[in-house]
């Protein structure tokens, strides 16, 4: 398994942005999908974004489509996810997950390994 560690989280007013860092070390995470997934407060796990290997396919939550977007760097190792216009719904631990395979149809079940996860409030 990869060891993956979220950075980047903390408060920030409605409206504005936020750039979450995912580095990776171990499994040679370069040749797998990467993606994010939050977690809400009494919620369930729920995907945000996943990109393929290359960084040219991309897929988005319906409801981040638009204000959020996300990017890897192969040879740093890192993926990122920048998240504009936040919204108070956006409030959530957001977790970084390698995939088992290439696809980015990535849900909880292709999840190889996952981060600990990083903090978002978004304030009103």
């Given at each position: 398994?990869?060891q993956?560690?979220?950075?980047g989280?903390?408060?920030?007013?409605?409206?504005?942005?936020?750039?979450?860092?995912?580095?990776t070390a171990g499994?040679t995470v370069?040749s797998?999908a990467?993606?994010?997934?939050?977690?809400?407060?009494?919620?369930?796990?729920?995907?945000?974004?996943?990109?393929?290997?290359s960084?040219?396919i991309t897929?988005y939550?319906?409801?981040v489509?638009?204000?959020?977007?996300?990017?890897?760097?192969n040879a740093?190792?890192?993926?990122?996810?920048?998240?504009?216009s936040?919204?108070p719904?956006?409030?959530?631990v957001y977790?970084?997950?390698?995939?088992?395979?290439?696809s980015?149809?990535?849900?909880?079940?292709?999840?190889?390994s996952?981060g600990?996860?990083?903090?978002v409030?978004?304030s009103s």
């Amino acid at each position: 398994q990869a060891q993956l560690v979220e950075s980047g989280g903390g408060l920030v007013q409605a409206g504005g942005s936020l750039r979450l860092s995912c580095a990776t070390a171990g499994r040679t995470v370069s040749s797998y999908a990467m993606g994010w997934f939050r977690q809400a407060p009494g919620k369930e796990r729920e995907f945000v974004a996943a990109i393929s290997v290359s960084g040219l396919i991309t897929r988005y939550a319906d409801s981040v489509k638009g204000r959020f977007t996300i990017s890897r760097d192969n040879a740093k190792n890192t993926v990122y996810l920048q998240m504009n216009s936040l919204k108070p719904e956006d409030t959530a631990v957001y977790y970084c997950a390698a995939g088992k395979g290439t696809s980015v149809q990535l849900g909880l079940i292709g999840v190889d390994s996952w981060g600990k996860g990083t903090l978002v409030t978004v304030s009103s």
